[in-house]
């Protein structure tokens, strides 16, 4: 199951959500990237990182907020975890709407998750009736250093795409990136309700700068990539924003803009994408 995408950096991708999940190993313990979709699936990441290594989970680290990347984050904190865990993610990502149940965002969704389960009941019951979160306390602006040891891993925040809190985590002795959700393999580029559709290609811009000829690219979906496929996606991303402005500015109305447009990506997966930028340029 788990792959070492480079040296003590393990990577396994887990069903439901096709979720990458990353392990990065120190003299000091384990840092963990992203803990899946429920508590009872964080359980499961944490007996299979039993079978990679001994040493103590120490940090969790989330790319970004959304739920099939942190509502596992609860089984490595106290009780469930002990001692437990430090949690890592974006200064923005404990407001996030995913982390309160109670919101109405989430209510909708859990109604979804729910009905995309119906035809297998107990995963619904396993999984989400027993839902509790656990949002990250240790809190990045811009950059943050964990000390794993005898190693380092930096988190970065380099802009906003996918989400308003996206994270990108780089090793210091590995030519590795981790880039969340802000790069996908296994599907095109995600655009939800909390996207910025005109704000993404530059934060890969970005991270580009930081990629050599060599360097893999874990994305939150998929297998790993090089900086030639982040580039390509980049540019695919770029144009579905150039897309977006050139039709606000046409006058063409919001409603028939996904229509209209001439599009680099999918159009089915570009409904938030065109809403989301229409609402930056009038904004």
Known sequence: ???????????ARFDP????????VGADGVAVVDTRCSPAEGRELKESLRTLTGAPIRWVVNTHAHFDHVWGNVEFVAPRLTPPARIWGHASVPAGSEFDLAAPVTKALLEQLRAEAAEDPGWAAARLDELEVAAPTELVEERAVIDLGDRALELLHLGRGHTAGDLWLRVDDADVLLAGDLVEQSGPPAYGP???????????ERALALMGPGTVVVPGHGEPVDADFVRRQRAAIDAVAREITRLHIAGVAVE?????????????????AVRRGYEALIG
């Open 194 to 204: 909390d996207s910025f559709p005109l704000e993404w290609a530059a934060t890969l």
């Open 17 to 24: 959500c096709d979720v990458t999940v990353t392990a990065v």
């Open 256 to 272: 028939a803009a996904l229509d209209e447009g001439a599009w680099t990506l999918p159009r089915a997966g570009l409904g938030q």
């Open 1 to 11: 199951m788990w792959q070492e995408a480079a040296e003590r950096v393990y990577r």
